[in-house]
């Protein structure tokens, strides 16, 4: 822990493993902890183990760009993203535990013609769904960000999609909040624990193998973000989900610049300074499949470039870490959220780039999911992984790209 986040988190001693629980949960993440709170809490079941094969939150959880927002696309999209938002705004009061929640609005610039158009529907659709999100011009983008260059290379800045709703967590604070009001209500966090395969009887979920034994289960929530496929194959389920890493980078820090987050869909760069006074910036994912967390320096050098080109004064800064997570992309950029081919078997996945944001809402209806014994929460149905072969894909490629 830092000096500056001077807490400390107590969790129970790790117990030895039961030979059942009622609730398996693998991945004990953001969204993983999530739903064994809610859960725990909101619906009275604790005989649950939340297996980890590392350490707690430390996947993506730990190495996102905390980006918070929800001016999406799809109207499915926008009313799940708002939900999540509200919820990130009270999550403080609901652990009694600070999460650093900060609502300081988040930019997105426009750089052509087509794209002012899409930020214009974006605007409409977010605000219809209760959103506060508007388009400005080049004079107010300029008195919201005063150090921000508006004529980077070729492209001139157009216009901005101001995004009033966006802002940041502390990713790992989230993690901890949730892994401490579930433990307090009896939940089991077993790190260290890495579910290797499954007992399948029938098309019914029985048991989950673990490099610690095997162990009964009621049901199995599968929430492992960037191994989701890896998983999935083991029980046969198919998904169309390509894994691919995705950097991000901090530089040393300088005094208070930049209050919003601001995005170029163009240059395909976000930035952000963090109240340490660093700068957060990121991209794309890399341009081919993999599953590995190493860091490159052809995208240090192509994400610099743009960082430079929005913000020239960066051109002297220096890079403190570069770190990066595997995630779990789909073709559409929604989630997979809900029932799977196997009885009790329930999926979130296919979170990619995108997935801290909706930690709050996929783990309380993921929750509702598993305490419904399988009825699937409204908000979620439009992201079941059936989508893909009734030819429903939800698209929000265009609102999320480089702004995750
Ligand atoms: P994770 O936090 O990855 O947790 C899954 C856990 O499962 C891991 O701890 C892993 O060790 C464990 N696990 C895996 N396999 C097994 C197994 N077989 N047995 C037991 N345990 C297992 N999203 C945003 O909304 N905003 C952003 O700004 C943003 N920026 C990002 C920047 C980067 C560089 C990256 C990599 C991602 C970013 N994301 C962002 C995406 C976001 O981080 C993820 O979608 C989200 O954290 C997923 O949470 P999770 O709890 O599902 O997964």
């Known amino acids: 822990l830092s000096s500056e986040y001077p807490v400390e988190v107590d969790l129970p001693a790790p117990e030895e493993l039961k030979a059942s629980y009622d609730v398996v949960i693998i991945g004990a993440g953001g969204h993983g902890l999530a739903t064994a709170y809610y859960l725990s809490k909101y619906h009275g079941i604790t005989n649950i183990a939340v297996l980890e094969k590392g350490y707690l939150g430390g996947g993506n959880t730990a190495r996102n760009t905390a980006v918070i927002r929800s001016n999406y696309l799809t109207s499915e999209g926008v009313k799940f993203y708002i939900e999540s938002v509200r919820m990130f705004e009270n999550l403080s009061n609901e652990f009694d535990f600070n999460i650093m ?23 409409e659709v977010n605000k219809h769904f209760g959103g506060r999100t508007e388009m400005i011009d080049r004079q107010q983008i300029r008195e919201l960000v005063p150090s921000l260059n508006l004529d980077p290379g070729q492209i001139p800045v157009l216009a901005g999609l101001w995004h009033i709703d966006g802002g940041t967590a502390r990713h790992d604070a989230v993690a901890w909040g949730y892994a401490k009001g579930a433990a307090k209500r009896g939940v ?21 193998k ?14 492992v973000a960037g191994t989701s496929s890896l998983l999935m194959n083991k029980l046969n389920i198919k998904a169309p989900i390509h894994t691919y890493p995705l950097q991000a980078m901090v530089t ?35 341009p081919y499949p993999l599953y590995n967390t190493r860091s490159t320096l052809d995208l240090k050098e192509s994400l610099l470039a743009s960082a430079v080109e929005m913000f020239p004064f960066m ?53 509702e999911l598993v305490a419904s014994g399988g009825k699937v929460p409204e908000l979620i149905a439009p992201f079941g992984l059936d989508r893909f072969s009734r030819f429903q894909q939800v698209n929000e490629m265009g609102a999320t790209a480089a702004s995750h």
Not at 105 to 115: K, V
Not at 188 to 202: A, K, N, Y
Not at 334 to 348: A, C, Q, R, T
Request: charged letters at 20%.
């Open 315 to 367: 051109a002297n800064a220096k890079l403190m870490r570069q770190w990066a997570g595997i995630t779990d992309m789909t073709p559409d950029y929604s989630p997979i959220m809900g029932l799977s081919p196997i009885d009790g078997y329930y999926l979130d996945a296919g979170w990619g780039t995108w997935g801290f944001k909706a930690t709050p809402i996929c783990g309380k209806t993921m929750a």
């Open 252 to 286: 040393q820090p300088f005094k208070p610049f930049l209050d919003p987050l601001v995005s170029s869909s163009a240059l395909h760069c976000y930035v952000q300074q963090t109240s340490r006074g660093e700068i957060v910036f990121g991209g794309g994912s890399d």
């Open 101 to 123: 929640y900060s609502g300081r609005g988040q930019l997105t610039l426009a750089h052509t013609d087509a794209t002012v158009r899409a930020f214009r529907q974006r605007a």
């Open 210 to 223: 673990t490099n610690r034994g095997t162990i009964q289960c009621g049901c199995v929530v599968q929430a």
């Open 188 to 208: 089991e966090i077993h790190q260290l624990t890495e579910v290797q395969d499954f007992v399948v009887e029938g098309d019914r979920i029985r048991a989950v």
